[in-house]
C-alpha cells in the first residue's frame, strides 16, 4: 500500500540550494552558494573553554533535559547581549530555540491557519517561504530596493490582505543584503500600530556590519513608537557571529505568542540542547563576543571590498549591484547589456562549468520572481579565492 502524505506537503518543494549543492561535487569549484560562516572565524579556543566550565560548574544543568523555555544562565546572558543592542528585556522575556529557524517554524505553527496570507519581501530567505507554505500560508510579495522593503507598497499590501503577520529581515537582508534605513524602520512600527498588524523581525545578521554600525533594530526602536512592542516578533541567532553547531536562536514576542511557541516546542524537541545553551551561556559570560565580532566584521569586510571590485572588473556592466554594508551575500542582477545572457539559471550552469558557484535568485522570491537576479556570498572564500571565482565568472558571461 502506497504511503499517504499529509496535504500540506503539497505546498512546498525540496530546497532549490540544497539541490544546487549536489553539483558541487566537481574538483576544485570555487563555491560562493552557501550562506555558512567560515569555519576560521570560529572562536576555538574560547568555545573549547566554554564548554569546559559548562561541565566543571553545572555538569547537572548542561547534560540533563532542562526547561523548553531555555536555559536560565543563556537567557540571562541573552538579555544582557540584547542590552548592548539598545533592547530592554528579562529573561522570561524571550525564549532559547533550536536556532533561528525553529523560531520561524514555531511562528507558523502557532499563528497560520490555512488561508491566511502572510507578507515577506521579495526577495526573502527561501526557507521562510517554504515553512510558512507548510502551514497553509498564502505567502505575498513586497518590494524591496536597496534600502530595504519599500514601505509604500508594503503599507498598500497590508490594506489590501490584511495578513496574519509581516516578515522581514530589516539589516543586510538575505538573499538582497539591503539595510533598511531608519525612517522606514520607524514607517514600519507605525504602521504595525495603525494596522494592528504583527511583525516579525529576523536579525541574523545585524552583528556584522563593515563600518558604521547599522540603525536600532525595529525591537530597539519600538520604544519611540507607542504601542509598538506588543506587535513585535523578534528573532535572533549565535548562528552567524559564534557557529551554527551550537544551534542557539532566540524569539522575543509578546507572552501570549511566547506561551504558544513554548506548547509548541515541547512536542516537537522538548527543549534545545542544555549542553549547548550551557556552552553559549559561559561564552557570553565570558565577555569574549566583542572580540569575535570585530574580527568576524573585519574579514568579511575586507572579503566584501574584494568581491565588489572584482564584480566590477570582471563582469563590468554585465551586473548591477549595491556594495553591501554587512552581512554575508551580494544580490546581483543581470543587465543584458552588450547581447549578454539575461537568464541567471543559465548563468549558473554556465559558471559551474567553469569551477565556481552561486545561486540563481529566482528561488528566494514567493511570487513573479525576477529570473535576471543572482545571490553571491563571500563568507567561506578568502579574496584570493574571490578574485580567482570572478574571473572565471567573467569567462561563463
Known amino acids: 500500500?502506497?504511503?499517504?502524505?499529509?496535504?500540506?506537503?503539497?505546498?512546498?518543494?525540496?530546497?532549490?540550494?540544497?539541490?544546487?549543492?549536489?553539483?558541487?561535487?566537481?574538483?576544485?569549484?570555487?563555491?560562493?552558494?552557501?550562506?555558512?560562516?567560515?569555519?576560521?572565524m570560529f572562536d576555538i579556543e574560547g568555545i573549547k573553554e566554554a564548554s569546559g566550565k559548562a561541565l566543571n560548574e553545572e555538569p547537572g544543568g548542561a547534560l540533563q533535559y532542562g526547561a523548553t523555555e531555555g536555559y536560565a544562565p543563556l537567557r540571562e546572558q541573552l538579555g544582557a547581549f540584547m542590552a548592548s543592542k539598545g533592547v530592554t528585556v528579562a529573561p522570561e522575556g524571550l525564549i532559547v530555540t533550536t536556532g533561528s529557524q525553529q523560531a520561524l517554524d514555531l511562528l507558523?505553527?502557532?499563528?497560520?491557519?490555512?488561508?491566511?496570507?502572510?507578507?515577506?519581501?521579495?526577495?526573502?530567505?527561501?526557507?521562510?517561504?517554504?515553512?510558512?507554505r507548510l502551514y497553509g500560508a498564502e505567502v505575498i510579495s513586497a518590494p524591496i530596493d536597496a534600502h530595504g522593503v519599500k514601505t509604500d507598497e508594503l503599507e498598500r499590501l497590508i490594506v489590501e490582505h490584511k495578513p496574519k503577520f509581516v516578515y522581514l529581515i530589516p539589516t543586510f537582508g538575505n538573499p538582497s543584503g539591503a539595510l533598511l534605513g531608519l525612517a522606514r524602520r520607524r514607517q514600519v512600527l507605525e504602521m504595525a500600530v495603525k494596522y494592528q498588524t504583527l511583525v516579525v523581525e529576523d536579525d541574523p545578521y545585524g552583528d556584522l556590519y563593515f563600518g558604521e554600525a547599522p540603525p536600532p533594530s525595529l525591537l530597539a526602536l519600538s520604544d519611540d513608537v507607542?504601542?509598538?512592542?506588543?506587535?513585535?516578533?523578534?528573532?535572533?541567532?549565535?548562528?552567524?557571529?559564534?557557529?551554527?553547531?551550537?544551534?542557539?536562536?532566540?524569539?522575543?514576542?509578546?507572552?501570549?505568542?511566547?506561551?504558544?511557541?513554548?506548547?509548541?516546542?515541547?512536542?516537537?524537541?522538548?527543549?534545545?540542547?542544555?549542553?549547548?545553551?550551557?556552552?553559549?551561556?559561559?561564552?557570553?559570560?565570558?565577555?569574549?563576543?566583542?572580540?569575535?565580532?570585530?574580527?568576524?566584521?573585519?574579514?568579511?569586510?575586507?572579503?566584501?571590498?574584494?568581491?565588489?571590485?572584482?564584480?566590477?572588473?570582471?563582469?563590468?556592466?554585465?551586473?548591477?549591484?549595491?556594495?553591501?554594508?554587512?552581512?554575508?551575500f551580494f544580490w546581483a542582477r543581470l543587465t543584458g547589456d552588450g547581447g549578454r545572457m539575461k537568464d541567471a539559471g543559465e548563468f549558473a550552469k554556465k559558471a559551474i562549468e567553469q569551477g565556481v558557484a552561486f545561486v540563481p535568485g529566482a528561488p528566494f522570491y514567493a511570487a513573479n520572481p525576477d529570473k535576471a537576479t543572482f545571490r553571491l556570498s563571500f563568507a567561506t572564500a578568502d579574496v584570493s579565492k574571490i578574485k580567482e571565482g570572478m574571473e572565471r565568472l567573467g569567462r561563463a558571461i
Not at 491566511?116 to 527561501?126: Q, R
Not at 554585465?318 to 556594495?323: D, I, L, M, S
Open 226 to 328: 507607542p504601542g509598538s512592542r506588543e506587535l513585535l516578533a523578534h528573532c535572533g541567532s549565535l548562528s552567524k557571529v559564534l557557529s551554527p553547531g551550537l544551534r542557539i536562536g532566540w524569539m522575543i514576542a509578546p507572552p501570549a505568542l511566547l506561551a504558544n511557541a513554548v506548547m509548541c516546542k515541547q512536542f516537537s524537541d522538548a527543549h534545545t540542547s542544555t549542553f549547548a545553551q550551557a556552552t553559549a551561556a559561559q561564552y557570553l559570560k565570558a565577555g569574549r563576543m566583542p572580540a569575535t565580532l570585530a574580527h568576524v566584521r573585519k574579514v568579511y569586510g575586507e572579503r566584501a571590498a574584494a568581491m565588489g571590485n572584482a564584480l566590477k572588473r570582471e563582469l563590468g556592466d554585465a551586473v548591477a549591484f549595491e556594495q553591501p554594508q554587512g552581512g554575508l
Open 108 to 132: 507558523g505553527k502557532t499563528l497560520i491557519n490555512p488561508g491566511d496570507k502572510v507578507i515577506v519581501e521579495g526577495p526573502t530567505f527561501l526557507a521562510t517561504i517554504q515553512c510558512f
Open 1 to 40: 500500500m502506497p504511503l499517504q502524505f499529509a496535504d500540506r506537503l503539497n505546498n512546498v518543494e525540496t530546497s532549490a540550494i540544497r539541490e544546487l549543492f549536489k553539483l558541487l561535487g566537481k574538483p576544485g569549484i570555487i563555491s560562493f552558494a552557501g550562506g555558512f560562516p567560515d569555519p576560521a
